[in-house]
């Protein structure tokens, strides 16, 4: 899984796990599961090139959902845990990209927990109960117990992606 950094303000995510309800399985990320490597977009022209270059990666993710979202209703394996990406936005107008872990999926809303430390929207916290329409999901991501992961199309290309250092400068992948 990938965070992004829309701030001065570093943003870890789902490194530590808050802790569940009461009746929910808690997420599991094996010790092993890949890194996270926050991009830095401060600027926003440069949050602006980061979403117009994951844009293919998330609509790849958005496609691919439905069989995620039927896997999912069936009951995935044990130890097995499916976290979404989207976007949370506070009343000043700030945007922050985070994971939720998925508790469950009513209809087109998929419910669940902020599952990032949070650097720069205000309202929010890692552990928050939160819920969302589908259409917001940015990425998806299944969590296995081995430390691999399923899908997170847009976290692999935030990988190899590099926002432009100014708003003269095109965003780069390498």
Known sequence: MRCLLLSSTALLCAVAAPR???????????????????????LECQRAAMYQAIEPYAARARASYPS?????????????????TTRLRDAAGREEQVFVAVDGIRGSVIHG??????????GFRLGQPYAFPDADLVD???????GSEEGNLVGKFLDTYAPPASCAEPGRAG
Request: charged share 25%; glycine share 6%; no cysteine.
């Open 20 to 42: 569940a309800a009461a009746g929910q399985r808690p997420p599991e990320l094996a010790p092993n599961a890949p890194k996270d490597k926050p991009v830095a977009a401060v």
């Open 68 to 84: 995620v979202r039927r896997r999912f209703l069936a009951g995935l394996p044990p130890r097995h845990t499916l976290f979404v």
């Open 113 to 122: 927990r902020i599952w990032s430390q949070i650097g720069v929207v205000d």
């Open 140 to 146: 998806w991501t299944i969590a296995r117990p081995d």
